[in-house]
């Protein structure tokens, strides 16, 4: 089945402990990218990834780092977690950058007290 | 820059009503728009994708229409059902700063009552 998962689905942490969020699609999908989604905010674009290790930011990448060594992942790191950043995450990739359906990993709710 | 607006922004009406969400976008230079459903804590679903070139797509009940030149999109949902009560979310994908190319707007949440 054509899908992106993510991984941990819930996690709740504590200030300035490291996590990854992983991502994984098996689309063999160029294009991958990040979004949080906040109350009143919506969906904001963290960062994304045209290719293998081809990285840019999004318009919210403070407080976060990528990385896109296979094809298939591209996980989230937060090195340095504070509670602002406590929200839910979305991975999602598309066959390439342009006109192409975007698919979305079921969520990621992260809480940093 | 590209601004997304859905309106309403909740809407409750009996199951069996015929209904309209709107969405509009205030630069017309997209490579699409995706109609996402979203239910409470979940994940995002693709209902509909409409490429530029193209006025309108269906699936099942849902019918959504784009009019790229007056910057707008709707969904169409026949016969409301109570199953289809969720936020409905449009996206357009943008030409141009070519990664960074996906905004979202802020979501329709409809409650179809029983």
């Known amino acids: 089945e054509a899908q992106v998962t993510q991984n941990p689905r819930y996690l709740i942490t504590v200030t300035g402990k490291k996590l990854t969020v992983t991502c994984s699609q098996n689309?063999?999908?160029?294009?991958m990218s990040w979004y949080r989604q906040d109350p009143g905010l919506g969906l904001r674009q963290i960062y994304y990834?045209?290719?293998?290790?081809?990285?840019d930011k999004g318009d919210v990448p403070e407080g976060y780092k990528v990385s896109r060594k296979e094809k298939r992942n591209f996980p989230l790191i937060l090195e340095s977690p504070s509670p602002n950043q406590t929200s839910l995450y979305f991975c999602?990739?598309?066959?390439?950058?342009?006109?192409?359906?975007?698919?979305f990993g079921p969520g990621t709710r992260l809480t940093v007290t | 820059k590209q601004e997304v607006t859905q309106i309403p922004a909740a809407l409750s009406v009996p199951e069996g009503e015929n209904l309209v969400l709107n969405c509009s976008f205030t630069?017309?230079?997209?490579?699409?728009l995706q109609w996402f459903r979203q239910d409470p804590g979940k994940g995002l679903t693709s209902l509909l994708l409409?490429?530029?070139?193209?006025r309108e797509q269906t699936s099942g009940r849902l019918n959504a229409s784009l009019d790229k030149s007056s910057g707008r999109s709707t969904l169409y949902i026949a016969a409301s059902q109570p199953g289809d009560s969720a936020t409905y979310l449009c996206?357009?994908?943008?030409?141009?700063?070519?990664?960074?190319?996906?905004?979202f707007g802020p979501g329709t949440r409809l409650s179809v009552l029983p």
């Open positions: 689309m063999n999908h160029e294009y």
């Open positions: 996206a357009v994908r943008l030409k141009g700063n070519y990664g960074q190319n996906f905004v």
């Open positions: 409409i490429q530029s070139s193209q």
């Open positions: 990834s045209m290719n293998v290790e081809v990285t």
């Open positions: 630069d017309s230079a997209i490579y699409n």
């Open positions: 999602a990739s598309s066959l390439f950058a342009g006109g192409h359906e975007q698919y």
